[in-house]
């Protein structure tokens, strides 16, 4: 992850990923529809995620940008609330 992430939204996205494709998957938060990698991570500590599956299919990715499981969902969202979106993202070390 990175320390200049923000929180796109606290809950996941279902996106149908093609096997064996590679996409570029937005880990700063700030790129249009929060899924894909359209560059405004510019000048930030954040580079996308380059991501290959192996069967087409819908996938959860994760709009909180921090889980464990990054770029798919593990439930992490579940911890930001409403006002959280657009926020810098809490990672576990940081929780108290």
């Not at 359209?38 to 959860?60: A, I, L, N």
């Not at 770029?71 to 006002?83: A, I, K, W």
Request: charge should be negative; hydrophobic fraction near 25%.
């Amino acid at each position: 992850m990175c320390k200049d992430a923000i929180v796109f939204d606290n809950k996941p996205n279902g996106v149908t990923l093609e096997a064996w494709i590679p996409y570029y998957i937005c880990t700063c938060g700030r790129s249009e529809g929060g899924v894909f990698c359209d560059g405004k991570h510019e000048g930030s500590s954040c580079m996308p995620k380059k991501v290959t599956v192996e069967k087409t299919k819908q996938y959860h990715i994760c709009m909180c940008k921090s889980s464990k499981n990054f770029p798919f969902c593990d439930g992490t969202h579940s911890t930001y609330r409403d006002e959280d979106i657009g926020g810098k993202v809490r990672y576990e070390e940081e929780v108290e």
